[in-house]
């Protein structure tokens, strides 16, 4: 979660399209467990917040980030750390 809550369960989101189903898009369709009833971070925003705090140093060390599209709870994550310059579009 982006926000830190510990929550049982999450909300269903998504949209329901064969299109979703009939080729498994990771993400995409409609998904029982998506949507943190917390925060509404979705859970492409916290795969996308794993990959970075896994395989970067954008949160603890001095970086310059171009953030296109930019989730609102991603990009405040990423402001926090006042070593990073980031720009979004």
Known sequence: MLCG????NFLPGGIKQELFS???IIGGGYRD???CPQCGSVDR?????????KYTDIFFGKSRVL???PEPNV???IRS????D???V
């Open 67 to 69: 953030h296109f599209a």
């Open 45 to 53: 925003n916290r795969w996308f917040m794993f990959v970075l705090i």
């Open 33 to 35: 467990n998506s949507i």
């Open 75 to 77: 990009s405040e994550r």
């Open 5 to 8: 809550s510990n929550v049982d």
């Open 22 to 24: 009939q080729h498994h």
């Open 86 to 88: 980031i720009i979004t």
């Open 81 to 84: 750390n006042m070593n990073c």
